[in-house]
């Protein structure tokens, strides 16, 4: 059984209208990508979120969901005197949302000032693949961000397989340089990078998929996924470069956790030996169930058939149109 840590924060989710109705549940970004993937999974993965959570109601139900998808919460650290963080998701016609959060004195942020991270740290050594995203950097504390630097430094130089997906969320960061020279030392012992083109020319002035690709490589990336919305993604190691197209998918009811969703795919496709083409396609199969309902999490019966059909067979249908043909999609 392979194991996966995935490291990231779990938040209360709102969503709805302000003032109006609302649902309640519970997300961010690599939690989301957590759930898919233990749904993928199934028994052939050793999925543990790595978090640290309050000791009040709503942590004990949100730890609780966690374990009924499958997740080892054995990593989940409890602070007596912190509670999750929470977000608020407004929709607008199109399915496109913007967000409100309240996070600052999360638990997850003082995660590494947790008395039992030491010990948290060593048992890490026992994973196989780690996972996490720029947002898992950018709520510590700049000390606290350092030290897992170190760490994962530390933990790739013993083979480990560092998966990164930057997501980068300006409101996070100080200013930009803050959060370039973060990425930096996370690229150069990132083994697969999953990443948006939205995020890229944001953070970098990136104006193609081609520069993109260049800079990440540059960079030391191993390898590097591109994620481009509706034009599906594109792929690049040292050899080849492969676009994979998505499929058109309707209605889009609310793209929140579509990225966080491929992610999952991607890596249950990976771990289960498949090709970086197969992997893809299962991402965006997986993303497009995901972003025909509300919320980051959507129901288990949902995501059943698509990772019955992909997850836990030989048989990998999807797009036939997807090449594999060294070009590039007009940039």
Known sequence: MRKIALIGEGMIELNGIPFGAMTQSYGGDVLNSAVYLARAGGVRFDVHFVTAMGTDPLSEGMISRWQQEGINTSFVLRD???????????????????????????????????????????????????????????ILPDTDRQWLLIDLKQLSSEGKVIFFDSNYRPALWGNETQARECYQQMYAI?????VTDDDEARLWGDTSIRESFHRLQSMGVKQAIIKAGERGCFYRDL??????????????????????????????GWLNGKSIHDSAL????????????????????????????????????????ARDDGTFAPD
Request: proline share 4%.
């Open 239 to 268: 050899n080849a470069t492969q676009h994979i197209k998505a499929q058109v998918v309707t209605p889009v009811v609310d793209t929140t956790s579509a990225g966080d969703a491929f992610n999952a795919g991607f890596i249950a």
């Open 190 to 194: 990132t083994d697969i990078a999953l």
């Open 282 to 321: 299962m991402g965006h199969q997986l993303a497009g169930v995901v972003i025909q309902h509300k919320g980051a999490i959507v129901p288990q019966v949902a995501t059943q058939e698509v990772t019955a059909r992909f997850f836990n067979s030989n048989d990998i249908e999807g797009n036939k149109d």
């Open 80 to 138: 007596n005197a912190r509670q999750p963080g929470l977000y608020l998701i407004q929709l607008d016609e199109q399915g496109e949302r913007t967000f409100l959060y309240w996070r600052y004195n999360s638990a997850a942020r003082y995660l590494l000032q947790h008395p039992d991270y030491p010990r948290l740290r060593r048992q890490l050594q026992d994973m196989d693949v780690l996972y996490l995203s720029g947002i898992s950097l950018a």
